[in-house]
């Protein structure tokens, strides 16, 4: 009787250890890569994205992101903080001399990646998302 109650004791766990894995936050491996802005938000207007400009994010090892902001280059760490919720270090970027559309462009991103605090995986689209819960930054995973 002890025997059988371990058994199935171990079953039921091993059932809950699957079910929490299943459920359970992206991790950091599941954002390394490279991801293209398809989509731009700020203070709930849609930012016009130029197909000459080419705006990126790397999520690397170490948690550390570096990309293009459409002009310059940038770099900065981030940390995952419990479920979808994403917390960025200090942003560092060179600061080369733009022309007009990228500089809209990148001046948006940078402006909308501050408010940025929650994100979400959905097939090759990373959402970012704001305090208020919208979405201001979309990316598709380039190959």
Known sequence: MILFNIKKSARIAAGFMLIAVMFSAVSARDLRGEWRL?????????????????TTMVFGVGNKVFGSGGCNLYSTTYDLKGREK???GLL?????ACTIEPGEQ??????AL??????????????????????????????
């Not at 990148?106 to 402006?111: D, M, R, S, T, Y």
């Not at 994100?119 to 190959?143: D, E, H, M, P, S």
Request: proline share 2%.
């Open 38 to 54: 398809v989509k731009a938000i700020l203070e709930g207007r849609k930012i016009p994205l130029f197909d000459s400009v080419k």
């Open 86 to 88: 994403i917390a960025w």
């Open 92 to 96: 560092i970027t060179t600061k080369r």
């Open 106 to 111: 990148e001046g948006a991103f940078f402006n």
């Open 114 to 143: 501050e408010k940025v605090n929650r994100y979400k995986i959905k097939g090759n689209r990373l959402i970012l998302f704001n305090a208020a819960k919208q979405n201001v930054l979309t990316f598709t995973r380039q190959r």
